[in-house]
């Protein structure tokens, strides 16, 4: 396995590619949020000087910690737990926001970075609209081939749950808490927000 290379491969991990072009050159100190078993995490280490994973699974935490040597990672609520404010450079978080209060942790988010800092959150969303659900039915067929091609896994033990917002509501949500925000929908039933403190 090269440096770089994924020990498996999924359409959370098809995402990291992206996210880590988005790392500000020069990046100090770096934030996963919902890192779960710390993939990203020991990515962004090295690109980024210091970087922190948290996540609320005392069994993601413990696999983390097992798996990767560099970040530091924390077990406890990401709204909760004591982290600087205006302490990180780059902020992003895979697939993990939809099993909070979507506001409250964008808030929390912005209230971590730096000035000048990027926050780059990758999430899932439900189909509220007609459009919605022709788009996700006309690229179901390539979803599922590579999927397969890519033999997609999640890792065991592994929290998830059903998003419960539409696309909709997360980028009108999204706009409120970070005016000018990017929004990108993705076809592997991804969409993922980039935005850069003023
Ligand atoms: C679907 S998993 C995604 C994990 C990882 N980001 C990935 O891409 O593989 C969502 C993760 O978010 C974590 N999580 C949920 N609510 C959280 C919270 N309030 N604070 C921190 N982590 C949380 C869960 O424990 C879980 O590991």
Not at 5 to 20: E, K
Not at 160 to 185: D, F, H, I, K, N
Request: hydrophobic share 45%; net charge positive; with cysteine.
């Amino acid at each position: 396995m090269t440096r770089d290379q994924a020990p498996y491969w999924n359409t959370n991990v098809a995402r990291h590619a992206g996210i880590l072009r988005a790392v500000p050159p020069g990046c100090g100190a770096a934030l996963d949020v919902g890192c779960g078993d710390g993939l990203l995490a020991s990515r962004l280490a090295r690109r980024c000087g210091r970087v922190v994973g948290v996540d609320t699974s005392a069994e993601m935490v413990a696999r983390a910690r097992a798996a990767h040597l560099e970040p530091a990672f924390l077990e406890g609520d990401f709204l909760t737990l004591d982290l600087p404010v205006e302490g990180f450079d780059f902020v992003c978080s895979v697939s993990a926001i939809h099993h909070m209060d979507f506001e409250a942790a964008l808030t929390r988010m912005r209230e971590l970075l730096r000035p000048g800092g990027v926050l780059v959150v990758v999430g899932l969303a439900r189909e509220g609209s007609a459009a919605d659900r022709a788009r996700r039915a006309a690229a179901a067929p390539l979803v599922r081939a590579v999927k397969t091609v890519r033999r997609a896994t999640t890792p065991e033990g592994m929290p998830t749950t059903a998003p419960v917002m539409t696309y909709r509501e997360v980028r009108q949500a999204a706009w409120r808490v970070l005016p000018g925000v990017g929004y990108r929908w993705h076809l592997l039933r991804r969409y993922s927000l980039t935005w850069r403190k003023p």
